[in-house]
C-alpha cells in the first residue's frame, strides 16, 4: 500500500442499547398492567387526563342531586343547581432501576424480555394493589361489618352470611343502582373458606355476565377477585367491596429510558410510575372486618 492510499477506519461499535425501544417496553408494560391488575377493575378511570409529573391534579366535577316536588296550585320553583369539584392528586410516584449486561442481546430474545417485563409488572402491581385497597378507610360505619374492636371470625358455615350482609351494605345505600356490579376483592385465606361454601357460584357456572379478568367467581351477587395484597393489620383483614363509581384513579407510565453504565460494561433501565386515587363516592364502598386467624 501506498503512502497516498487513504485509510478506512473502522464503523464505531454501536451501543449495546442501541436497539432499545422504550416505546416497545412501555406500551407492552401498560397493557400488562391493565390485563393483570386486580384492583384496577374496580375503579373507575374517567377523569384520567394528561399526567406528566408527580403532583399534577386531576378536576372531578361531581353533579349536584336534583329534589323531586309535589305538583300542586302552587307555581313552580326552580332548583339552582350547583355541581361540586374535588381534585385527585397524583401523589403517587414509584421507579424501578435496573442494570443489564447487554440489552441489545436482552432486546433479541424476546422471552427474557417479556421477563423483565413480567416482574416490573408484579412489583408496581403489589405496591399499586395495596394502595387502593387502604381507601378501606374511606369506609363509613353503616357499610361495615364487623368492627375494629369486634371483628367477624369465618368459617365455612358462615361466610355466605357475612358476604350477604355486606352485599346488603352497598344495596342500603342505593350504590347497586343503575345496573352497577358490584365487587369484592378477598385474599387467598378468605378464598379456601369461600371454596368450600355451597352457595359460592364458581367461575366455571356463571354464564349470565362475563366476570372480571381473574375473578373466580361469584357470592351474594358481586363478583369475587383474589389479592395476595390484602395483608392483615394489627391481625385483622379489611375485605373491601363496592362498585367501580366509589373510587377514581388516574396513572402513567410516564417514563422508560436506557443509560450507559460508567462503571462497568453494562446498560441501565429505569422507569417512572405516577398514579393516583381518590374515593368520590364513599356509599358505594362497603367493607368487613375479619380476624387474621378466622
Known sequence: MSENTPTTSAAPAANSYAAFIPEIWS????????????????????????????????????????AISTLGTSAITYDELEPTSQE???DQQKFFAFKINDIAAVQANTSIMEAHL????????????????????????????????SPVSLDKTTI???????????????????????WVVINPLV???????????????????????GAIG?????????????????????????TNEAITFASQLAKIETLRDKDSFS???????????????????AKMVVTAGA
Open 218 to 242: 361469584r357470592i351474594a351477587g358481586m363478583d369475587v377477585l383474589v389479592s395476595t395484597n390484602l395483608t392483615d393489620t394489627d391481625d385483622k383483614y379489611y375485605i373491601l367491596a363496592g
Open 27 to 66: 406500551k407492552k408494560l401498560s397493557t400488562m398492567l391493565e390485563k393483570k391488575c386486580v384492583m384496577l377493575q374496580c375503579v373507575n378511570r374517567n377523569y384520567e387526563g394528561e399526567i406528566a409529573a408527580q403532583g399534577d391534579k386531576v378536576k372531578i366535577i361531581t353533579p349536584a342531586q336534583v
Open 118 to 149: 413480567e416482574n416490573a409488572r408484579r412489583a408496581i402491581e403489589q405496591v399499586q394493589d395495596a394502595y387502593l385497597l387502604s381507601q378501606h378507610t374511606n369506609v363509613t360505619t353503616d357499610n361495615t361489618v364487623g368492627s375494629d374492636a
Open 88 to 90: 385527585l392528586v397524583i
Open 267 to 285: 446498560d441501565l433501565v429505569r422507569g417512572l410510575y405516577l398514579y393516583g386515587a381518590k374515593t368520590v363516592q364513599p356509599k358505594a364502598l
Open 191 to 213: 378464598e379456601s373458606y369461600l371454596l368450600q361454601s355451597s352457595e359460592f357460584i364458581g367461575a366455571h357456572n356463571v354464564a349470565d355476565q362475563t366476570l372480571r379478568e
Open 160 to 182: 355466605y352470611k357475612y358476604f350477604v350482609e355486606l352485599a346488603m351494605k352497598l344495596k342500603n345505600s342505593d350504590a347497586v343502582s343503575g345496573g352497577q356490579r358490584p
